[in-house]
């Protein structure tokens, strides 16, 4: 069931749009969508961390999937985030994804249970011979309180429906880890979390970045990621400087731990890609808040666009 070319390259975590109930805001998704496919993206990724996938309603993810492999249109690879702790929930989502025209599914470990690593290769393995779709293991510790060892990795890895990994550990030598456990097994796929840190996972032998960012300026990552795999030191030091200025000045306003969420979704709505409103339990930048970002995109946007490739 594995795809005939491995997925590489720049796969945007998509935020989801929603109203001020959280119910999906359907007018902008297309936009959103159209717009991140415009920078010459790799694939997209819906209903993970940056997606709110743990806030939201069953209807809203199904919704969301449904419209988005609609609106993609088989233009990109459309991975689809079935994490729960329910592995029944799991199946259906699984479900309607491969019903919709999806590509790819994503999970993490359940959380809120204390779970062992056999356990985890039990698990996974159990979802992989479920499910219809190519499935991408997702280490996230620090939002499941679970890190997925490099060991559990490679006895999940033989299964011939996984096909790649997100690491969102944020953990260098785990990741490096990683790439070297699977060198020489060009159909699994090591993917970098963190955009921070996307330079040394590439150089490590990483295949590419499920990178937030991308959903404000695709472009950016796109020619960061080419940039990376020709070898251009030079633009890629000048490019990877751009990336790094967006992150101190959009993701770490205070003191809040969703910073990267409210600054990412804030971002959006200057641009009227997406409205600020983020899900329950999380709230969007205040007002005095919202005011202070500004000034700071306004920076970060004249940085990105000069720094482009036109």
Do not use: W
């Not at 060991?151 to 990683?178: C, M, P, R, V, W």
């Not at 990178?211 to 300026?217: D, E, I, R, S």
């Amino acid at each position: 069931m594995s795809l005939i070319t491995p997925i590489q390259g720049i796969i945007p975590p998509m935020v989801t749009p929603l109203n001020s109930d959280f119910s999906l805001d359907e007018a902008s998704l297309p936009v959103l969508i159209e717009h991140i496919i415009s920078g010459g993206v790799h694939g997209l990724f819906i209903l993970g961390t940056t997606g709110e996938f743990a806030s939201l309603s069953k209807e809203v993810k199904k919704k969301l999937i449904e419209l988005t492999c609609q609106i993609v249109n088989k233009r990109v690879p459309v991975l689809v985030g079935i994490s729960d702790c329910s592995f029944q929930e799991s199946i259906e989502l699984a479900s309607l994804a491969k019903k919709s025209g999806a590509d790819i599914l994503v999970a993490t470990n359940p959380f809120y249970v204390n779970v062992d690593q056999d356990e985890l290769i039990n698990y996974f393995s159990r979802l992989a011979d479920e499910v219809a779709l190519p499935l991408f293991l997702y280490n996230m510790p620090s939002h499941t309180g679970i890190h997925l060892e490099l060991e559990t990795i490679k006895s999940l890895a033989k299964h011939s429906n996984i096909i790649g990994i997100k690491d969102s550990s944020g953990n260098k030598e785990y990741f490096q880890q990683l790439c070297e456990a699977f060198k020489n097994q060009p159909g699994f796929t090591v993917l970098m979390g963190p955009e921070e840190i996307l330079k040394e996972a590439m150089e490590m032998g990483g295949s590419g970045g499920v990178t937030g960012g991308a959903n404000l300026f695709p472009k950016l990552y796109v020619q960061f990621y080419e940039s990376i795999k020709s070898g251009n030191l030079e633009n890629t030091k000048k490019l990877n400087e751009t990336v790094q200025f967006l992150s101190q000045n959009l993701y770490q306003q205070g003191t809040y731990k969703s910073s990267y969420l409210k600054g990412l979704k804030a971002s959006l709505s200057f641009e009227g890609l997406c409205p600020n409103v983020l899900a329950l339990p999380l709230t969007s930048f205040d007002e005095d808040e919202v005011t202070s970002l500004k000034e700071r995109y306004a920076a970060v946007k004249e940085s990105v666009n000069s720094n482009l490739s036109k």
